[in-house]
């Protein structure tokens, strides 16, 4: 991730992603549906349900939270670590970038209770991860049959990014309808990326529409860094808008400005972890976490001014900034982008 042109909302610093090896699936704390604090065991290091219950910041979800990646903690301890508790982020959407990481993140979530994890994740070839003469047969047979799995809750993360380093438009072009026509047959929800891509992404997306007959799947916006007429055409086809902090950065103030012109009903929010870093971003991982309190005040400073890898908890400042630019309480906000979440990705 660079902090280049508009903010990636995913570069995977020239690197794939990978699953942390030695993961201990058995110390992974639940995340709790309907908002109901998380159960912990005393191996989960997580704060007790009385404690959890207790919590005055209203539940949020972050809807993409990239669990697998390299540069983030272990999955168990992520979810188990106090700042994600105490942030009273009730549930978690991690996009996959391939095909074989949704494999592995249906298998994570294998391995969790079934009745109590609030986790989904997605299936699709994100722009970034397209290969020339990709064989569209093979992944449209491997997307549709992914798509059987109760974990997986969207087509995703897909579309088109023309930024610098990623494949050419004539790669990503092809792997992305071929993924949005399957959304659209399906009648699966699509988890769409782009950048610097606006017009190419429309044209394909309207193609799809109008073969079926005016039909679109429902579709969310994930990170979104556009124009303000970017939005309005986004919003004219009836498109949720995912919102990171990229608000808080000094590039992302003309978002920040049209964030009041997004339906209550077509908000989400996100973290993008751990990209879409921004200033004081860690303050709040760092509160919570007990070894961070053990450094020195120097060591304190220097976590806190990176920018990444960034966190979960950070959330929180996310919801308070689009709270404030939209003029409205942080619990009202939470709560709309909360029921909007639970009902696009069925959390």
Do not use: W
């Not at 397209?130 to 109760?150: C, G, N, R």
Request: hydrophobic share 35%; aromatic share 8%.
């Amino acid at each position: 991730m660079t902090e280049l042109s508009t903010a990636a909302c995913y570069l995977p610093l020239l690197r794939p992603r990978a699953l942390h090896v030695g993961c201990n699936r058995s110390r992974a704390p639940l995340l709790v549906k309907d908002g109901r604090a998380p159960r912990t065991t005393s191996r989960s290091g997580g704060l007790s349900t009385a404690a959890a219950s207790s919590l005055s910041a209203p539940a949020i979800i972050d809807i993409d939270c990239n669990f697998l990646h390299p540069d983030m903690p272990p999955f168990p301890d992520l979810l188990s670590h106090p700042s994600t508790i105490s942030s009273n982020i009730v549930g978690f959407v991690s996009p996959s970038s391939n095909l074989s990481e949704c494999a592995k993140l249906c298998a994570l979530l294998d391995g969790m209770a079934a009745d109590d994890v609030n986790i989904k994740t997605t299936c699709g070839i994100h722009p970034y991860e397209v290969k020339p003469d990709e064989d569209l047969e093979a992944i449209e047979s491997t997307l549709q049959s992914s798509l059987s799995s109760p974990h997986v809750s969207c087509v995703g993360e897909v579309g088109l990014d023309y930024s610098d380093g990623f494949p050419p438009s004539t790669d990503q072009l092809p792997v992305f309808a071929l993924q949005l026509e399957v959304a659209a047959r399906t009648k699966t929800n699509l988890f769409l990326h782009t950048r610097a891509a606006h017009e190419d992404t429309l044209r394909v997306l309207k193609n799809v529409k109008e073969k079926h007959g005016g039909y679109l799947p429902p579709v969310v916006v994930h990170c979104f860094t556009g124009t303000p007429s970017d939005l309005e055409d986004f919003l004219s086809l009836g498109f949720y808008i995912g919102v990171t902090g990229f608000v808080l950065k000094p590039a992302g103030s003309d978002v920040l400005s049209c964030l009041s012109r997004i339906p209550k009903d077509k908000l989400m929010i996100e973290t993008d972890s751990p990209y879409m870093g921004f200033s004081n971003c860690r303050s709040t991982y760092a509160a919570s976490d007990p070894a961070i309190s053990l450094k020195t005040s120097k060591e304190r400073k220097k976590f806190v001014k990176s920018m990444y890898p960034n966190y979960p908890s950070s959330l929180t400042l996310v919801l308070d900034a689009v709270a404030k630019a939209r003029g409205e309480g942080i619990e009202d906000v939470a709560k709309y982008t909360t029921e909007n979440a639970k009902f696009f990705f069925g959390l």
